[in-house]
Each structure stands twice: as structure tokens, then as C-alpha cells.
């Protein structure tokens, strides 16, 4: 017999499977017990389980390290009614799960850029102004290349991951809302990425005149 012990907020479950083991159990049954529990809609059901997220539905419960008497946490919102009407295109709760998540993970985008956008843009504009006000061709020194390039990495690759996020929510064909979701926040990233990509460019081309003119001294 397989107990599984779930927390859900304050709310707490104890799915009993009889003569059967972790083994013999995949998590997407567990998801759909846990929905059916919860209401939460499945498309915005996470499990988690020793403070990693449990992925795979197909996968067995065995293969993520459960233990006896172990705790998996349930994350999710039950909607409202009222959410689910207003918010969606036909009511379905589903839909309105996929919703919550593409703007969560747009705004945890956002949050990140607004904190590092501006810094970058500053200190790109503060590099290129060093360089071309420098009355010998060298490294401009206020704002390091590396701290410039670990910048647009962090930016890039955040910017980079969201769009896969993103692409990876499957939207159906009725819903409307959804995909329209989906296509502003791929519009509103990609928009950021590519300011990101252009700010990297224009130092790549400060760096190239550097160098030519370092070049042409010699």
C-alpha cells in the first residue's frame, strides 16, 4: 500500500493507493487525484517534493525520491466563478490556469528587467562615452568589460528562458484569451531582448574601434 501525503496552503491530503507501490503509480495520476481535490486546473497544478518540482506526468512517483511519510506541497489557485467568466473565452477553468501562468511569468520578467535594464543601459552608455572621450585609444576603465558582459548575460539568458516558457504553454484553438496572452507577452520579451542585443552590439563595435585604432598607433 502507497500513502501520499500532500499540503496544499493550510489544507492538507492523505491519498491512499492500495496494493500498490510508488512504482506503480505515474505523477500525472497524482495530479488529476489532487485536482479532483482541489479544483485547482491542471494546466496550474505544480507538485513539489524536497524543494524540486516534479515534471514528467508519465514519469513514475518512485523516480523523485519519496520517502515514507514524506510531504509533497501542492502550489496553485482554485478561480472563482467570477474569474473564470470574465477572464476566459467559454468559461473553461483550464484556460484560465494557462492565463495566470504566462502573466506570472511575464511579471517575474519584468520584475528582474526593471531592476537590471536600466543599470545596463547606463553602463553601456557610460562605456562608449569613456572610450570616445579618451584622448588616447584605450580600455575604457569606469565601467568594466566583463561587469558589461555578465550584465547581458544575465539579461539575455532571463529574457531567452522566458520566451521558451512561453512557447512551451499549449494553448487550445478556442482559447482565445490565452493566445493573445501568450502573443503580447512573447511581443513585450522579445521586445526587451532585442534593446538588450542592440546595447551588445554597440559595445562589440566601441570594442572593434578600439582596437583599429590602437592598431593604426603602432
Not at 7 to 13: A, M
Not at 19 to 24: G, P, S, T
Not at 80 to 91: A, E, F, N, R, Y
Request: with cysteine; net charge neutral; glycine share 6%.
Amino acid at each position: 500500500m502507497a500513502q501520499i501525503n500532500v499540503k496544499w496552503g493550510r489544507e492538507k491530503k492523505s491519498f491512499t493507493y492500495k496494493d500498490r507501490v510508488l512504482a506503480d503509480i505515474r505523477l500525472g495520476e497524482l495530479r488529476h487525484a489532487c485536482h479532483d481535490w482541489s479544483k485547482v486546473p491542471l494546466g496550474g497544478l505544480t507538485l513539489i517534493y524536497g524543494g524540486a518540482t516534479m515534471k514528467d506526468d508519465n514519469a513514475p512517483l518512485s523516480c523523485f525520491g519519496i520517502k515514507p511519510n514524506g510531504q509533497i506541497t501542492m502550489m496553485g489557485t482554485r478561480p472563482t466563478k467570477t474569474d473564470i467568466s470574465t477572464l476566459t473565452t467559454h468559461g473553461d477553468p483550464e484556460e484560465y490556469a494557462l492565463i495566470v501562468k504566462i502573466q506570472q511569468s511575464l511579471q517575474s520578467t519584468l520584475d528582474l528587467v526593471a531592476e537590471h535594464f536600466p543599470r545596463y543601459e547606463q553602463a553601456v552608455q557610460s562605456y562608449i562615452t569613456s572610450a570616445s572621450s579618451s584622448p588616447q585609444p584605450q580600455q575604457p576603465q569606469q565601467v568594466t568589460r566583463k561587469q558589461l558582459q555578465d550584465a547581458h548575460i544575465l539579461l539575455s539568458e532571463t529574457l531567452m528562458k522566458s520566451l521558451l516558457v512561453f512557447d512551451g504553454v499549449a494553448c487550445k484553438q478556442d482559447f482565445e484569451v490565452a493566445r493573445a496572452t501568450r502573443r503580447e507577452a512573447v511581443k513585450e520579451t522579445q521586445r526587451f531582448l532585442d534593446s538588450v542585443d542592440d546595447m551588445n552590439a554597440r559595445v562589440k563595435e566601441c570594442d572593434r574601434q578600439l582596437k583599429q585604432q590602437q592598431q593604426q598607433q603602432q
